[in-house]
């Protein structure tokens, strides 16, 4: 069976790795943007919402690539910071800083918040682009707190401080992150598109 193919329109690595292990139940072949010789594909993520953001990358991506286009934005919300970092959670604190530098910056912001108040959701948003066609989106919510201190070695971003409702971390979790994350919440809705994409 001849494979169909989908570029995915991100540069982080741990977030491919992550798309890629979510699809393998699927007959796409997942390119990343390092199988194209593309010149430029930084894109400024100037929306006001991951729908946005998450739209315009899958768009652009998919108009340089000629090829269809998945692409996600997501971020972490703190019920107690009124909602931030939401849509900027990648560049929280600053660009230049790393996913450890971020994890204590926003612990600094919640030094006197105890846990019944620290309530924190990651939210995601995934989008695919049919070139020349049609766009969808789908999107996850994965409910937790923001711990006190970093705890796991596994994931990325800010997973060694969110806390879920068993007490561990998202780093804590290993492979079982895959099937409770926000991401796979909304690649569980996505996967229902591309099935009909791929039958077409």
Known sequence: MVQSKIVVATSNQG????????????NWLILGL??????????????????ENALAKAT??????????????????????????GVVTARFGGPLLSDNQRCHHLLKLLVDVPKEKRQACFR??????????LNFAREGILNGYVAQDLRG?????????????????????????????????????????????DHD
Do not use: C, W
């Not at 390092?34 to 729908?51: A, H, K, M, P, R």
């Not at 995601?124 to 066609?133: D, H, N, R």
């Not at 971003?157 to 992150?177: C, M, N, V």
């Open 15 to 26: 977030k491919l790795n992550e798309i890629r292990a979510l699809l393998t139940d699927t």
């Open 60 to 85: 652009n991506i998919a108009k340089l690539t000629g090829i269809l286009t998945l692409a996600d934005d997501s971020g972490l919300e703190v019920n107690a910071l009124g909602g931030r970092p």
């Open 34 to 51: 390092s199988d194209f010789n593309l010149q430029d594909t930084t894109i400024i993520e100037t929306g006001t919402s991951y729908l």
């Open 124 to 133: 995601a948003v995934l989008a695919i682009s049919v070139p020349g066609g």
């Open 153 to 197: 070695e596994n994931g990325f971003g800010y997973d060694p401080i969110f806390e879920l409702q068993d007490g561990r971390t998202l780093a804590e979790l290993g492979s079982e992150k895959q099937q409770i994350s926000h991401r796979f919440q909304a690649m569980k809705a996505i996967k229902k598109v591309l099935r009909e994409l």
